[in-house]
Nanobody, 125 residues
């Protein structure tokens, strides 16, 4: 399993940014996928998840209405469209994959055995 994030960088408060995660080495469409983030000195936290085969989506309250998770199963790509960015969104963002999750645990980092290397997002004026 290989997950490679891209698209991070410096963004203005209120601005947009789009992250991508290129997946390889496994049957992408049959895996639940998620984005997590980790700010300096803080624990890794759940951002959003999407079920296999393009099923349901789930969001942390802090990003609901601003971020959109999506997947392209034909291209084995996971995306995170971020809008109305805030300075508190600054973190390293990670792509994660699991062959199966249950609703009660899909927001926990421990539910995902496969991780990318992360991409830095900095929101600052």
């Amino acid at each position: 399993v290989q997950l490679v994030e891209s698209g991070g960088g410096l963004a203005q408060p209120g601005g947009p940014l789009r992250l991508s995660c290129a997946a390889s080495g496994f049957n992408f469409r049959s895996y639940d996928m998620a984005w997590f983030r980790q700010a300096p000195g803080k624990e890794r936290e759940f951002v959003a998840a999407i079920r296999k085969y393009g099923g349901g989506t789930y969001y942390a309250d802090s990003v609901k209405g601003r971020f959109t998770i999506s997947r392209d199963n034909n291209k084995s790509t996971l995306s995170l469209q971020m809008t109305n960015l805030k300075p508190e969104d600054t973190a390293v963002y990670y792509c994660a994959a699991a062959s199966s999750t249950i609703t009660s645990t899909l927001g926990r980092a421990g539910a995902y055995p496969n991780w990318g290397q992360g991409t830095q997002v900095t929101v600052s004026s």
